[in-house]
């Protein structure tokens, strides 16, 4: 760990001071962070990352301590700020697709609708049935790969190697199917504004077949390393603690937020994606604490297991892409014999299509919360503002007041427990 | 979308409370918007969250849209748990003058999204607990997300010109 | 055939010193647990159930910079991450070596904006580029083994 325990009363004033006035920073706006009492030494200032293997990345958290327990908690994130958001503004609305995945590598498919249906949304399209069904097994393998990363890391925190081990191998099976439809392992840019790039290809049942096969059991194998664990629950329950008003106040959502009883889901509440044509139900938590949101996203395994195999059986033959040629781009062979597909597909690769003056705001209900994406469009085809919202970012923001009173060994499993992925609380 | 068809619920109730502190209602893409002015922000969110049960601040963010004057807009997106409605308000701010009052006291999630629009953008918020720079590192000059400042930093290398862009490169030592 | 059968028969092997603490170096390597981003993931995949990095004898990731002598910058480097890396690499003891992994680490890949340092050679000397966005657990494990043939040939007098 980089810095060792400096307490703030023991820098020397001068230090501070002279590096002021370029880090536009004052020492009567640190103070503020901490109680009186670290001035007086009888607290100590802990720092907490931004290299630390339980930090889910590059957090950095600001402890202060008396003796074990947490004082106050002080997060301090930047570690990872990409600049997507800037990067958008120079590039053509399918050339952002790409960018989207990398926001929340977990989950990219959530990314990549959150991002697109904001673009249709825009555009007022209709994107076809077909497409709309895959879209959904994929966005559910997508809720249960991030569920499996966060099951994994979350157990190796508090102690538990094995999961980890296991949850990695049931993802490979999902990574598989990534691969099969989008040729990439985990940056998918497989949903396209208008649909999917291409038809789902043979082989895609067998495997999406396989998983639903498998995984019950396996999440058996889960909950009974987990579930009744005494040592487990010791970690777990009634630790992190915080109640349903406050959840809401911070703007908590997902799985963290239906741990403290609140039954809000995207999917439930604005269905986008034909998800209302779906039978699925929310699992919800009542005490808020690291158990409940373990048991709520434990449940959510098998909540996306049935929608899987609702679409699966129902899923209709047609088209995957809007017949628009101003936005989908030509099928190659059509480009062979018309001049009409040719001049489309040249416009749309080194121009673009242009979206109308306006702004919208789509959210999806990814494995983290309510990811949204809010598209202020200029009329060409660059957009003026692309802006996500990112679900990480306010979860993490309740963390001082989860960890209030705890020990520091449970801030492992606090963190662990909101489920947060660097990438997307910096962007 | 199908969710774009889904018929609005009635917002006229809450425009008609709000009274003149409104200055426009836009609806578009199934979505509606309500366009204040700074000095009513504070008042307008606060019966939005208790009288007409907006309990969620989802989203705060700002939006450059420089050459127009005024240049920017400070963009909340709220969420009615209890009603399942949104509801995006938008308050306009001048280039010169890039302050608006905090809604920290209203909505407690609006704290780190003001912090970085406050490091991205440079508005500053009147009654924020604790502005400093988020995602930045503390001695970064300026405000990235400005349109002033360029997309890209670094020049794109082809065979002409790679040979110039490593000779420049800041390569480091042991 | 193995050396078991020859025992209390050992007979000589000549080779330089160079050599012989060249391949003793090659194989026990001991990464550092410093992920940044995407390419994290992946390089948990490497040493998880399906790859399993230890057959290459380097699955012991240590947290500590101090007891670790390769660094995989796994991952985008933001200007604020920056510094910290640079840190981290000078807490390392010698002989230590540095794997970019990825696109962002090794040229900032499709981020050239504002935040993100072009390339990680501008910040830690690299000795082996890893190609992909993010890199397949294959091309890792192919990396990692370009860096053991590569430390094989190192002359003892670089870490003087």
Known sequence: MPANNPTLHEAPESVLTESNAQLDITLEQLKKLVTPRAFTGETMLLNMGPQHPSTHGVLRLLLELDGETIVSCIPDIGFLHTGIEKTHEGKTYSKGIPLTDRIDYLAPLSNNLAYVGCVEKLLDLEVPLRAQYIRVILLELTRMNSHLVWLGTHALDIGAMSVFLYCMREREMILDVYELVAGARMMTSYFRVGGLWRDIPPGFTDLVQKILDVFPERLLEYEKLLKDNPMWKERTVGIGVIGKEDAIAYGMTGPS??????NYDVRKAYPYSSYDQFEFSVPVGSNGDVYDRYRCRMEEFHQSLKIIEQAMKRLPAGPVMVDNRKIAPPPKHEIAYSMESLIHHFKLWTEGFSVPEGEAYFAVESGKGEFGCYISANGGPKPRRVHFRAPSLCNLQALPRMSRGCLIADMVAIVGSIDIVLGEVDR | MPDTLVSLPDFSGIVADLGDAVIETVVAHGEVTLVTTRERLIEALTYLRNQARFEMLVDETCVDYFPQEPRFAIVYQLNSLSRTMRLRVKVFLSEHDKTIPSACAVYLSANWLEREIYDLFGVTFEGHPDLRRILMPAGYEGHPLLKEVPVTVEEVAFSFNRRRIDADKPYARE | MGLEQKLGDMGVVTTSLEKAVGWARSNAIWPMLFGLACCAIEMMSTQASRYDLSRFGMELMRASPRQSDLMIVAGRVSRKMAPVLRTLYDQMPDPKWVIAMGDCASCGGVFNNYAIVQGVDEIVPVDVYVAGCPPRPETLIEGILKLQDKIKQEPLKKWQ
């Open chain 1, 257 to 262: 937020l239906r741990g403290s009883g609140v």
